[in-house]
C-alpha cells in the first residue's frame, strides 16, 4: 500500500480531481481494494471535512485497507513525494531567486490526465446516479457551479434533498449519528495570529493548522487566506513570492496543499518546510481518523445512506465540473486536443496498464512537442 500511495504521489498532475480520478483507476479497478460504492461513499465524505480532498480520500482508502496504521501510511506516502519535490524547489528559488520552466511537462501531462478524469467519471456514474433524484444532484451541482454558487452549501444541500425525498413519509426520529465535523472546523476559524510581527517557527505552524483545519473549496480558496494574511495582514510574503508558491503547487504532482510547503521554506528554512506541511495536513488526519471507524455504522442509517447518496452524486458532478475547467486550459490547440483523445483512446483499450505509464508518457509527448 505504501507503495502504491508514494507512487501515486509521484505522479499524480493535475490537482484534485485527477487524483481522485487516478486513485480510483488504481485501487478500484485494477486492485479491487473497494467497491465503486465505498469509493464514492469515501469520496463523498472527503466532502463533508475541511481540507485536501484527495490527500484526505487517500487516509481514507488506507484505513479501509489496513486501520488506522493504513490511515497514516496511506496519506503520508500521498503527501511525502510533492513535498520533497516542493523542499527542492523551494531550496532552489531562495538560492537562485527563480523557479525552473517545465511548461512543456504540463502541456503533455494534462491532457492525459483529463483523459483519466473522464474515465473516472464514466465508470462511477451508474454507481453514483440510481435514479432521477441523484441525477438531479448530479446536474444540480454541475448548474450550480456554472452560476457561481459556493460548493459546500450547494454539496450539503442537495445532499438534504436526496435524504428527504428517499425518507419521506419516515419519521424524521431516525434522523441522528451525524457528526458534525464542519462545525467543529469553522469553530477553530477565530485563532488569530493578530499579535505576530515576523514569521517564526510557532506562527508558521499556527497559521497553517488554521487553514488546514478550516479550509473547504479548490485551491483558488487557498490563495485567498495566503492572500489575505501572509501578504497583506503581516507582509510575510510578497505577492510575486506568494504566486511562485501557487504555481510550484500547480505544476508539481501531489496535493495543491504542498504550496504551504514552498511558504514555510521561504520564511523559515527546511524546519519552516517541515513544520508547515505537518501544520496543514495534520487536521486531516484528524477528522478521517474520527470519520473512518464511523462510515460504516452510519451508512446503515436510511438517513444517512439517502444523504451520502445525495453527496455522492453532487461530489460526482463536482469533479464533472472541475474537469470542464480543466478541459479550458488544457485543451488549447489541436495538438493538445489530439493528445487527450489518443490519452482516452488507450485507457479505454488498455486498461490494464498502471496509469502512471500514461502520464510519463504524456511528458514525454509535452517534450517533443514543445520542450525540443
Request: proline share 4%.
Given at each position: 500500500?505504501?507503495?502504491?500511495?508514494?507512487?501515486?504521489?509521484?505522479?499524480?498532475?493535475?490537482?484534485?480531481?485527477?487524483?481522485?480520478?487516478?486513485?480510483?483507476?488504481?485501487?478500484?479497478?485494477?486492485?479491487?481494494?473497494?467497491?465503486?460504492?465505498?469509493?464514492?461513499?469515501?469520496?463523498?465524505a472527503t466532502n463533508l471535512i475541511p481540507g485536501?480532498?484527495?490527500?484526505?480520500?487517500?487516509?481514507?482508502?488506507?484505513?479501509?485497507?489496513?486501520?488506522?496504521?493504513?490511515?497514516?501510511?496511506?496519506?503520508?506516502?500521498?503527501?511525502?513525494?510533492?513535498?520533497?519535490?516542493?523542499?527542492?524547489?523551494?531550496?532552489?528559488?531562495?538560492?537562485?531567486?527563480?523557479?525552473?520552466?517545465?511548461?512543456?511537462?504540463?502541456?503533455?501531462?494534462?491532457p492525459v490526465i483529463l483523459a483519466i478524469v473522464?474515465?473516472?467519471?464514466?465508470?462511477?456514474?451508474?454507481?453514483?446516479?440510481?435514479?432521477?433524484?441523484?441525477?438531479?444532484?448530479?446536474?444540480?451541482?454541475?448548474?450550480?457551479?456554472?452560476?457561481?454558487?459556493?460548493?459546500?452549501?450547494?454539496?450539503?444541500?442537495?445532499?438534504?434533498?436526496?435524504?428527504?425525498?428517499?425518507?419521506?413519509?419516515?419519521?424524521?426520529?431516525?434522523?441522528?449519528?451525524?457528526?458534525?465535523?464542519?462545525?467543529?472546523?469553522?469553530?477553530?476559524?477565530?485563532?488569530?495570529?493578530?499579535?505576530?510581527?515576523?514569521?517564526?517557527?510557532?506562527?508558521?505552524?499556527?497559521?497553517?493548522?488554521?487553514?488546514?483545519?478550516?479550509?473547504?473549496?479548490?485551491?483558488?480558496?487557498?490563495?485567498?487566506?495566503?492572500?489575505?494574511?501572509?501578504?497583506?495582514?503581516?507582509?510575510?510574503?510578497?505577492?510575486?513570492?506568494?504566486?511562485?508558491?501557487?504555481?510550484?503547487?500547480?505544476?508539481?504532482?501531489?496535493?495543491?496543499?504542498?504550496?504551504?510547503?514552498?511558504?514555510?521554506?521561504?520564511?523559515?528554512?527546511?524546519?519552516?518546510?517541515?513544520?508547515?506541511?505537518?501544520?496543514?495536513?495534520?487536521?486531516?488526519?484528524?477528522?478521517?481518523?474520527?470519520?473512518?471507524?464511523?462510515?460504516?455504522?452510519?451508512?446503515?442509517?436510511?438517513w444517512v445512506a439517502g444523504f451520502l447518496e445525495?453527496?455522492?452524486?453532487?461530489?460526482?458532478?463536482?469533479?464533472?465540473?472541475?474537469?470542464?475547467?480543466?478541459?479550458?486550459?488544457?485543451?488549447?490547440?489541436?495538438?493538445?486536443?489530439?493528445?487527450?483523445?489518443?490519452?482516452?483512446?488507450?485507457?479505454?483499450?488498455?486498461?490494464?496498464?498502471?496509469?502512471?505509464?500514461?502520464?510519463?508518457?504524456?511528458?514525454?509527448?509535452?517534450?517533443?512537442?514543445?520542450?525540443?
Open positions: 500500500m505504501a507503495a502504491v500511495f508514494l507512487r501515486l504521489g509521484a505522479t499524480a498532475f493535475g490537482g484534485p480531481a485527477a487524483h481522485i480520478g487516478l486513485m480510483q483507476e488504481e485501487v478500484v479497478e485494477r486492485r479491487k481494494w473497494v467497491d465503486r460504492q465505498t469509493f464514492l461513499d469515501l469520496l463523498g485536501p480532498n484527495s490527500t484526505e480520500l487517500a487516509m481514507h482508502l488506507g484505513y479501509v485497507r489496513a486501520g488506522l496504521p493504513g490511515l497514516v501510511v496511506g496519506g503520508a506516502c500521498f503527501i511525502l513525494p510533492a513535498m520533497a519535490i516542493v523542499l527542492a524547489l523551494a531550496w532552489a528559488y531562495v538560492a537562485f531567486g527563480a523557479l525552473p520552466q517545465a511548461g512543456w511537462l504540463l502541456y503533455g501531462v494534462k473522464g474515465q473516472a467519471l464514466w465508470n462511477l456514474r451508474t454507481t453514483a446516479v440510481k435514479g432521477w433524484p441523484t441525477g438531479l444532484a448530479f446536474f444540480g451541482m454541475v448548474a450550480g457551479m456554472f452560476l457561481g454558487a459556493p460548493e459546500i452549501p450547494l454539496l450539503f444541500g442537495l445532499g438534504l434533498l436526496v435524504m428527504l425525498w428517499q425518507n419521506r413519509g419516515c419519521s424524521s426520529a431516525a434522523v441522528g449519528g451525524v457528526v458534525p465535523f464542519w462545525g467543529l472546523a469553522f469553530g477553530v476559524e477565530g485563532a488569530s495570529l493578530a499579535g505576530a510581527v515576523a514569521p517564526t517557527l510557532g506562527g508558521v505552524a499556527l497559521f497553517f493548522l488554521k487553514v488546514g483545519s478550516v479550509l473547504y473549496g479548490s485551491g483558488y480558496v487557498l490563495l485567498a487566506f495566503l492572500q489575505n494574511d501572509l501578504v497583506e495582514r503581516w507582509g510575510w510574503l510578497t505577492s510575486q513570492q506568494l504566486l511562485d508558491a501557487v504555481a510550484v503547487g500547480q505544476f508539481t504532482p501531489g496535493p495543491l496543499f504542498t504550496t504551504a510547503t514552498f511558504i514555510g521554506y521561504v520564511l523559515g528554512g527546511w524546519q519552516g518546510g517541515l513544520v508547515a506541511t505537518v501544520a496543514i495536513f495534520l487536521p486531516g488526519f484528524f477528522f478521517v481518523g474520527l470519520l473512518g471507524p464511523l462510515l460504516p455504522r452510519l451508512r446503515k442509517s436510511r445525495g453527496v455522492n452524486a453532487a461530489s460526482l458532478g463536482l469533479m464533472a465540473w472541475v474537469a470542464i475547467t480543466l478541459g479550458r486550459g488544457t485543451l488549447v490547440d489541436w495538438q493538445s486536443v489530439a493528445l487527450g483523445l489518443v490519452a482516452l483512446g488507450l485507457l479505454l483499450r488498455f486498461r490494464k496498464v498502471n496509469s502512471a505509464w500514461w502520464v510519463a508518457a504524456g511528458g514525454v509527448a509535452g517534450w517533443l512537442l514543445r520542450g525540443l
